[in-house]
T-cell receptor
């Protein structure tokens, strides 16, 4: 299994509070991704990173920001959590962003916003 | 905009049966197609990746095919086992910009003993 950990694994927070989720990899892969998974929508890309300090938006980036100060860590921040951000969040990594390379997923973080 | 559809949404079969899961995509301009398995409450496990230039990939009892021109892929599972019960997800890496995965909503497979 690819060395990907996510923390926390479960979190309950209140509307309006900031929340930061962490993805940590030990594979030294260049590309990292944040997805959310919701019933009826499947997995959707939030943000991704193609290198240290290099990030870009995905399909559902509103209300989220990311940072990558080290190769191994990719942080996802909900600036002011809303109930619509209750979801399961997955981090993924890829050795390169090119077409040949698979994405490997972390175990997920279940976030509940009350 | 690339869209990925998986049919059926759920499938229940008896143990030992061979089965096929279907995936279709609307834009044939893809780099590759990837099949994943997801167990309840768990992350995604990559099963097979097919490059756009390939027709099929095999791993053990799994065989995935790709017909890029018609926008279709199938995942064939031979001699199904209860341990195969999971949700199977199909995803494509679309060309024309950043290499992002676009996922289908999955097929939930139950293999009954």
């Amino acid at each position: 299994d690819a060395g990907i950990t996510q923390s926390p694994r479960h979190k309950v927070t209140e509307t309006g509070t900031p929340v930061t989720l962490r993805c940590h990899q030990t594979e030294n892969h260049r590309y990292m991704y944040w997805y959310r998974q919701d019933p009826g929508h499947g997995l959707r890309l939030i943000h991704y990173s193609y290198g240290v300090k290099d990030t870009d938006k995905g399909e559902v980036s509103d209300g989220y920001s990311v940072s990558r100060s080290k190769t191994e860590d990719f942080l996802l921040t909900l600036e002011s959590a809303t109930s619509s951000q209750t979801s399961v969040y997955f981090c993924a990594i890829s050795e390169r962003g090119g077409p040949s390379y698979e994405q490997y997923f972390g175990p997920g973080t279940r976030l509940t916003v009350t | 905009k690339q869209e990925v559809t998986q049919i059926p949404a759920a499938l229940s079969v008896p143990e030992g049966e061979n089965l096929v899961l279907n995936c279709s995509f609307t834009d044939s301009a893809i780099y590759n197609l990837q099949w994943f398995r997801q167990d309840p409450g768990k992350g995604l496990t990559s099963l097979l990746l097919i490059q756009s230039s390939q027709r099929e990939q095999t791993s053990g009892r799994l065989n995935a095919s790709l017909d890029k021109s018609s926008g279709r892929s199938t995942l064939y599972i031979a001699a199904s086992q209860p341990g195969d019960s999971a949700t199977y997800l199909c995803a494509v890496t679309a060309q024309g910009g950043s290499e992002k995965l676009v996922f289908g909503k999955g097929t939930k497979l139950t293999v009954n003993p």
